[in-house]
């Protein structure tokens, strides 16, 4: 694998006593590409990606993100990156300018930054009319939207979206992944995971998880070719069935 590569990983491994979560993956991504890391929940995804972003510490294994060693330099990978999770993670009693303005600030932006950076999210996710409405009274989708914009706000060199999409209606979430093409097309290199299937074709390449491993690797037309599948629901099917 290319040190060049904007996320390189051999053998990555994370055990939590005699439980192995993820189990010796390997894998490169491309600057600029949108990777999708799928699979059902449990399979490993989110232990996977936070690894990658410092968050924890690989049991064996090697790799580097943005050009850092994820063992030894996490600190560093955390000033290069964005990072989304899971759960929501903005401040529902602070208002919607008020968390772009905290997280910001956590990014090391200054003052002005913060100013002209506010501003240009607040008129990408039109939502400038409400700059000051409580973040607790959003609809979900909304307050996706926003935390994917303060997570780019300081234009990290990768993204990483964990389950982005989890519980948003079909419209939010194609609009959502109009806001990841994007990104990716600004140079931002995205990583996202994901369990639904239908997501797979708006990723450049995608890894298929199953139980801790990588059991299938490549664009979603080549897997579908490979595992000779109409659609990603039935590549993942036959995986999952044959393990």
């Not at 002209?116 to 400038?128: A, F, M, P, V, Y």
Request: negative net charge; proline residues 3%.
């Amino acid at each position: 694998m290319s040190k060049q590569d904007s996320i390189w990983v051999e053998d990555l491994t994370k055990r939590f006593g005699s439980f192995t979560a993820v189990d010796s993956i390997s894998f490169q991504v491309d600057p600029g590409e949108v990777f999708g890391f799928l699979g059902a929940n449990g399979a490993g995804k989110s232990t996977a990606m936070k690894m990658l972003c410092g968050l924890l510490q690989p049991t064996s294994g090697i790799g580097e993100v943005a050009g850092f060693n994820i063992r030894k330099e996490s600190e560093k990978i955390k000033k290069k990156i964005g990072y989304m999770s899971q759960k929501f993670s903005l401040y529902n009693d602070l208002t919607i300018a008020e968390n772009i303005q905290f997280y910001a600030g956590i990014y090391g932006l200054k003052s002005r930054e913060i100013r002209e950076k506010s501003r240009l999210l607040l008129d990408q996710i039109e939502l400038n009319t409400k700059a000051d409405t409580y973040v607790g009274s959003l609809p979900l989708g909304w307050k996706q939207k926003i935390a994917f914009g303060v997570a780019m706000i300081h234009n990290p060199e990768i993204i990483f979206l964990d389950e982005p999409t989890g519980g948003v209606d079909p419209l939010t979430r194609r609009n959502f992944w109009e806001m990841i093409r994007q990104a990716a097309y600004q140079g931002t290199t995205v990583f996202v995971t994901t369990h639904y299937m239908d997501e797979a074709e708006y990723c450049d390449r995608i890894s298929m998880m199953v139980d801790g491993r990588i059991e299938g690797l490549g664009s979603p037309a080549d897997l579908k070719g490979e595992f000779e599948s109409k659609n990603m629901d039935e590549v993942f099917l036959k995986l999952a069935r044959a393990t």
